[in-house]
Nanobody, 125 residues
Framework: QVQLVESGGGLVQTGGSLRLSCAASGRTLTNHAMGWFRQAPGKEREFVAAMRWSGSYTYYSNSVKGRFTISRDNAKDAVYLQMDSLQPEDTAVYFC??????????????????WGQGTQVTVSS
């Protein structure tokens, strides 16, 4: 079993930055893709960013492309999300996820087996 724990959320002003971290424990995440999803109040969970195990490929939603950067440290079984130029519409609970999705499913939450408990990000206007 894999446990994922997010950290780094908080309150930030529009235009500010935050860096989310996700630490995995329980088993190695070899060959697992890592993803970030978010869920705002009253909305469905949506894809934010993902990275394949090799780190060679990254994927971003159109709403965050150019502002957010996903990275990972395989030696530490950790994944990060650097969020810059934050906007009020980025306010949500952010979740870390791990799984072995086929590439065509990498942006879909159903393809991920393991989830963290989430960390709140609030962007004030």
């Amino acid at each position: 079993q894999v446990q994922l724990v997010e950290s780094g959320g908080g309150l930030v002003q529009t235009g500010g930055s935050l860096r989310l971290s996700c630490a995995a424990s329980g088993r190695t995440l070899t060959n697992h893709a890592m993803g970030w999803f978010r869920q705002a109040p009253g909305k469905e969970r949506e894809f934010v960013a993902a990275m394949r195990w090799s780190g060679s490929y990254t994927y971003y939603s159109n709403s965050v492309k150019g502002r957010f950067t996903i990275s990972r440290d395989n030696a530490k079984d950790a994944v990060y999300l650097q969020m810059d130029s934050l906007q009020p519409e980025d306010t949500a609970v952010y979740f870390c996820a791990a799984g072995t999705p086929i590439i065509s499913e990498i942006t879909r939450s159903r393809a991920y087996n393991y989830w963290g408990q989430g960390t709140q990000v609030t962007v004030s206007s």
